[in-house]
T-cell receptor, first 113, second 110 residues
Framework: KAGVTQTPRYLIKTRGQQVTLSCSPI?????VSWYQQTPGQGLQFLFE???????NKGNFPGRFSGRQFSNSRSEMNVSTLELGDSALYLC????????????FGSGTRLTVV | DAKTTQPNSMESNEEEPVHLPCNHS???????IHWYRQLPSQGPEYVIH???SNVNNRMASLAIAEDRKSSTLILHRATLRDAAVYYC???????????FGPGTRLSVLP
């Protein structure tokens, strides 16, 4: 079966712009989580959606937001981009909020210049 | 959030067993022990998880101490493909988010 698909794979944006990243979970998975990975901070949890509702939120500013659609696909949005937002953004899906593990996508590499 | 402690790095020779330790002295009774690994240029990959008893799957074995304050991920025969960062994470089943630490960077020497 198809894995977790994240688009685009690479993105270059300018400071002050906004960006939307997309995640298509494994078919049948209802939970989608987002993570930011940087060399300095490692993997940090952004938020989790389950059945279109945000269930958990990490310690990120309000410029970071997300949503989940009825087909479980999810998007995350970052407004007013800063240089420090340059990172690998990873999406993970699970049927049951991770009880039996999450499947991660390969990520979107965002570079802010 | 319950914390885990892992060595920063470890080395192994190809085709030898590897024991990756994880200390979690503040583990609560409802915390499961999860292991993920991240190969270069990829997202993390689920390896194994357990609560109290030792667990085996096709990728690895998980040995959990009787007091649950530590655990060991065992790769029975390391291959070059096993070179990755290995993360030990505690999480209950009530919807906590995963908290990834720095993990252990495993190098496998041919």
């Amino acid at each position: 079966k198809a894995g977790v698909t994240q688009t685009p794979r690479y993105l270059i944006k300018t400071r002050g712009q906004q960006v939307t990243l997309s995640c298509s979970p494994i078919s049948g998975h209802r939970s989608v989580s987002w993570y930011q990975q940087t060399p300095g901070q490692g993997l940090q949890f952004l938020f989790e959606y389950f059945s279109e509702t945000q269930r958990n939120k990490g310690n990120f500013p309000g410029r970071f937001s997300g949503r989940q659609f009825s087909n479980s696909r999810s998007e995350m949005n970052v407004s007013t981009l800063e240089l420090g937002d340059s990172a690998l953004y990873l999406c993970a899906s699970s049927y049951d909020r991770g009880t039996y593990g999450y499947t991660f996508g390969s990520g979107t590499r965002l570079t802010v210049v | 959030d319950a914390k885990t402690t892992q060595p920063n790095s470890m080395e192994s020779n190809e085709e030898e067993p590897v024991h990756l330790p994880c200390n979690h002295s503040t583990i609560s009774g409802t915390d499961y022990i999860h292991w993920y690994r991240q190969l270069p240029s990829q997202g993390p990959e689920y390896v194994i998880h357990g609560l109290t008893s030792n667990v085996n799957n096709r990728m690895a074995s998980l040995a959990i101490a009787e007091d649950r304050k530590s655990s060991t991920l065992i790769l029975h025969r390391a291959t070059l493909r096993d070179a990755a960062v290995y993360y030990c994470i505690l999480r209950d089943n009530y919807g906590q988010n995963f908290v990834f630490g720095p993990g252990t960077r495993l190098s496998v020497l041919p």
